[in-house]
């Protein structure tokens, strides 16, 4: 009975947050907003699973996800020529970005939705035929134009674990394990170990076993994952 009421009271506050978004007309400047219910429904999935009988079906989540993160892309990606910060302005000019100082306000739909570790959702956008082959490596490599990160960085500063195992069971061929952020050299599991996130070095660990080079040192101070584990 709980599940339940938490799924109407939920399913009710989406249905007015989109509703005042139709009638205030907004468009481009609804982005964050509408970013925000998409989030909102990922949560409800992630404890009810996505067919929950919720008015606002399957379909109509995802076409609003790809909307959000087209338009992020559009703001951020598609002109690399110009500086991260100058996109970073774009994107609030757009209104894909919150007017804040905060770098982590740039991070894409996808990023956010691995950051809060919403596997139901990031599984079924995976999955989804309305995704190319190429608009997926840019959504799983690029979280962040600002601070250059993956999604993959999101999932393991945040220790989801279950964001990890999706990432690697649907994108493995196609996501660098050992990418380094340019600003520090921070590899992903570097990360986990020095955030102590344990659950996800073992996920990581044996999903790419193959691949994952344990000895990376960051680039600053030269330290190796396994030194932060003592």
């Not at 989406?14 to 007309?25: D, H, T």
């Not at 007017?99 to 959702?121: I, K």
Request: proline share 3%.
């Amino acid at each position: 009975n709980l599940r339940k009421q938490w799924s109407s009271s939920l399913e009710s506050a989406i249905q007015c947050f989109r509703q005042s978004l139709q009638q205030e007309s907004l468009s481009g400047a609804g982005m964050v907003q509408l970013t925000e219910i998409v989030l909102l429904q990922g949560e409800m999935w992630e404890i009810l699973g996505c067919s929950t009988g919720c008015k606002y079906d399957q379909k109509m989540v995802l076409a609003d996800f790809l909307k959000v993160q087209r338009a992020w892309q559009l703001a951020y990606i598609t002109d690399s020529s110009s500086p991260p910060y100058d996109r970073s302005r774009q994107g609030i000019a757009m209104g894909v970005t919150r007017d804040t100082d905060s770098t982590g306000n740039a991070d894409s739909p996808m990023s956010q939705c691995c950051s809060r570790g919403l596997s139901v959702l990031v599984s079924t956008v995976m999955a989804t035929s309305g995704v190319t082959e190429s608009e997926l490596w840019l959504w799983v490599n690029i979280g962040n134009i600002v601070k250059p990160s993956s999604t993959l960085f999101a999932a393991f500063v945040h220790g989801r674990a279950n964001i990890v195992s999706v990432l690697l069971d649907k994108a493995r061929d196609i996501i660098d394990v050992n990418a380094a952020t340019a600003y520090d050299g921070c590899t992903p599991l570097y990360l986990a170990c020095q955030n102590g996130h344990v659950e996800v070095v073992s996920v990581l660990l044996d999903k790419a076993r193959d691949t994952i080079d344990v000895n990376q040192a960051q680039t600053i101070s030269g330290r190796t994952p396994l030194f932060l584990s003592y």
